[in-house]
């Protein structure tokens, strides 16, 4: 299984961003995929999940109504994140948990700052 992130970088508050993560190595559309994220010193969380058929979505309150996750039939998943504020600062993983594992991109760096 491989994940590959993209799509970060440098905004300014209230900007936004689109993460997109290509995976590969899996069926795809047989995995519920997750969006996560670190900041310096703290613990890495969950920001936001996606059901497998792509019905069911799920988000860290702090996002709720800023981000928007999503996938497509490409292999591919993405994160929508608008209106961003500084405390969203962090590397950003794709992940997905297979066969008793859990699988992590290398990560996309995301610095909201002015």
């Known amino acids: 299984v491989q994940l590959v992130e993209s799509g970060g970088g440098l905004v300014q508050p209230g900007g936004s961003l689109r993460l997109s993560c290509a995976a590969s190595g899996l069926t795809f559309t047989s995995y519920d995929m997750s969006w996560h994220r670190q900041a310096p010193g703290k613990e890495r969380e969950l920001v936001a999940s996606i059901a497998s058929a792509g019905g069911s979505r799920n988000y860290a309150d702090s996002v709720k109504g800023r981000f928007t996750i999503s996938r497509d039939n490409a292999n591919t998943v993405y994160l929508q994140m608008n209106r961003l504020k500084p405390e969203d600062t962090a590397v950003y993983y794709c992940?997905?948990?297979?066969?008793?594992?859990?699988?992590w991109g290398q990560g996309t760096q995301v610095t909201v700052s002015s």
């Open positions: 992940s997905v948990y297979r066969w008793g594992r859990r699988y």
